[in-house]
């Protein structure tokens, strides 16, 4: 082990790190006028002394997240999402339980407390994406990822702007507003549609590539990367970033943030569509003659179980969502879908339409829950995604709607959010018991024997897929904080 893969090392990496995070942090809070509230721990009333202690305490937890990610070799994407869920845990561990202890009461655990210190769990979003930004510029070799070919950023640049239009034309129109980078909403001196997609499609795109140099891994992980990228482009630009160049105040309050809800679910779909532009366009490219390679056998499995693991798995996730959200009015919605009223008609479409997702599950994450776990986190990754794109979106927009994108109307939706993850969850459970049942899982990597390229791709899954779940996690977490109450 090289002296730069010590503990010690990795310790006073991640401090700096931590160090650039908290005046990420601490700046935001400068803004929100909440920085002397930071001193509270030593019962400081002087804002200097808030700040050394705000700086104090995120260099010590920069600390920790430097020996957290020493474990972790992957893209900086993968750095930044275990970033993001290592700022939410302590936002959960600091100002909700540790700081209520320490002031002699009980850890502030309540709904309605979350929601006053809703802007806490922002800025430590931030902190986290930063100090993992940071983390992943200090300890640039850690990763063993070389720096990406002049190709890749030409492609993730096109997929930037590719998304920007794609999402412009099929949702922008519905919703009146600026194309889907949602958190451009109108207002006087902003840029217009097509002047955002040239302006910040490239920069969004080359963010992503930049972040996720890696190819390997299947669709199934650029859909999860997607959004995850969403949700960071949400914090990071759309609510911090944006506001501040345009001059305006920020406003990370829970009632000003559910105001702009819209803003949440453009930036996922934004994500995804530029992860599986992404994707599309570099599977285009290897046609090409000179980026031709040999390829490898054919794995176990590979032919029809997918498809029909996806099937019966689609069926199985599809009977218990009926049983999860029975009572909310989603056979009706189904039934509407085909013009019936008929809670039976409604039934077919619901079951028809989870068959349908179960198979194109099948299809984007063969071969890539290796774990229960694993399995576990993608179905839900897989059922957010789809509350997002099918009942937010495409459903309303099927029956002549506008995406139900606004706090109320996703409020309204909640119930399908929780029958979409019981879904998900049978979902992703059920794929991973047949395909271990019919043994066409690969068998883990051999490290005595020179690993391949489905090798490192199966590494490298095993590797993104903790911090990606991890965010995924606070995504949903995120959700009832956010839209109790809307109205």
């Known amino acids: 082990m090289s002296p730069r893969d010590t503990a010690g090392h990795a310790a ?45 305490i995120a260099a010590l937890v920069g600390s920790g997240f430097g020996l957290l990610a020493r474990w972790f070799r992957s893209d900086p994407g993968e750095t930044v999402s275990l970033g993001l869920a290592y700022g939410a845990l302590w936002w959960y561990l600091g100002p909700l339980t540790l700081l209520p202890l320490l002031l002699a009461t009980r850890p502030a655990w309540e709904l309605t407390v979350a929601q006053q210190q809703f802007p806490g769990l922002l800025g430590h979003l931030l902190y986290g994406a930063v100090t993992g930004l940071a983390l992943s510029v200090l300890r640039p070799r850690a990763s063993k990822v070389s720096r990406p070919a002049r190709g890749s950023l030409l492609r993730g640049m096109a997929a930037g702007v590719l998304g920007v ?62 959004q995850v990228y969403g949700f960071l482009l949400w914090v990071v630009g759309g609510l911090t970033v944006m506001p501040l160049l345009e001059g305006e105040p920020l406003t990370w309050t829970a009632v000003a943030v559910r105001a702009d809800f819209v803003a949440l679910p453009g930036f996922v779909v934004l994500g995804v569509a530029v992860a599986l532009l992404h ?58 879908l085909v013009g019936s009223d008929s809670p039976a008609a409604g039934f077919a479409v619901h079951l028809l339409i989870s068959i349908v997702l179960g198979v194109s599950y099948g299809k984007l994450f063969r071969h890539q829950s290796r774990t229960l776990g694993i399995a576990l986190g993608w179905g839900l990754s897989y059922g957010f995604f789809w509350w997002v794109a099918g009942a937010l979106t495409l459903q309303p927009m099927l029956l002549g709607g506008r995406p139900h994108w606004t706090a109320p109307a996703a409020s309204a939706s909640f119930a399908f959010l929780i029958g979409h993850l019981v879904y998900g969850t049978a979902l992703g459970v059920t794929f991973y018991l047949l395909e271990r049942r019919f043994g066409t899982l690969p068998p883990p990597p051999d490290p005595a024997h020179e690993a391949g390229p489905a090798a490192l791709s199966d590494e490298h899954v095993l590797a993104a897929a903790p911090p990606l779940l991890a965010v995924m996690i606070v995504m949903i977490v995120t959700m009832p904080i956010l839209l109790s109450g809307a109205a």
Do not use: K
């Not at 005046?23 to 019962?43: E, N």
């Not at 999402?167 to 002047?195: E, H, I, K």
């Open 279 to 336: 994707r599309v366009l570099g599977g285009l490219a290897s046609l090409l003659p000179a980026n031709q390679t040999p390829q490898e056998p054919a794995r176990v499995g590979s032919g029809g179980l997918p498809a029909a693991a996806g099937l019966t798995a689609g069926a199985v996730g599809g009977l218990l969502f009926t049983i999860a959200a029975a009572g909310t009015g989603f056979i009706g919605a189904a039934a509407r």
């Open 12 to 56: 006073v990496t991640g401090a700096v790190a931590g160090l650039v995070g908290g005046l990420a942090f601490g700046a935001a809070m400068l803004q929100l006028d909440a920085l002397p509230s930071m001193g509270l721990l030593l019962l400081a009333g002087t804002p200097v002394l808030a700040f050394a202690v705000h700086m104090l």
């Open 165 to 226: 239009i794609v999402v412009m034309l099929t949702v922008g129109t519905r919703l009146g507003l600026p194309p889907a980078l949602a958190g451009l909403m109108p207002g006087p001196g902003r840029p217009a549609p097509l002047l955002a997609a040239v302006l910040l499609g490239p920069l969004i795109g080359l963010g992503y590539t930049l972040l996720y140099r890696r190819s390997s891994g299947g669709a199934g992980l650029a859909l999860v990367r997607g």
